[in-house]
């Protein structure tokens, strides 16, 4: 099993804002809470993550996102957080950019741990999907520096909340995840007390993103939701069914 402390200096590389939070928040925090160093990049500001473009045009979505993330990484304690301008939605068709960004990171950060998207994006999404593929390019282009991981969720946490993911339809697919039994997972790093509401606070700094997920569901179930953050090595996934 990786503890925190075995992951020295950590570069996260998300798609999004709120990806890093959802899927990486305590990590990053004990982290920094270790004295350890972490770089947050994020490829986008998310300007099209509405579906109100009347009162969330993508210029101002973009902007208040960013204040947003700004928000949530000083509850964090993350000080080095960059968000870049690649066109939300738009990611598959920039490859070449992507590479070479994510090659960047990696030659400038040197770090010992990787985290990102494993090769299901989390959710299908395309732009998380071409980040995991960005991601990995360059780190084995670069000669496999480090340690990469990958988030996936825990095969238990889908079997938990499987309905709930369909009535939100949350999966840009027919593929489902399999995920992978906790036992089997490296990092799973599960959140509870303090450290659990400071994760929450700072999901709750991204309104314009996490504003109805607070709103629809009790506080027990909120933390339930987002307690568990599970991380394989770059090799060790599986593969997704259809449904």
Partial sequence: MIAIEDLGTILSIWAHPDDETYLAAGIMAAARDNG??????????????TE???NWPPERLGRVRRWEAAAAMAVLGITEHRVDDFPDGEFPMHDLAGNAWAADLLAEVRPDTVLTFGPEGMTFHLDHIAVHRWVTHAWRSAGRP?????AVPSAEKLARFMPLYEEWNMYMSPLRPLGVPRAEIPLNHTLSGAALDRKIAALRAMSTQTGALTASVDEALLHELVAEETFVVAAEVRESVAV
């Fill in 146 to 150: 480090g340690r990469l991981l990958y």
């Fill in 36 to 49: 350890q160093r972490v770089v947050c990049a994020t490829a986008s500001a998310g300007e099209m993550g």
């Fill in 52 to 54: 109100d473009s009347v």
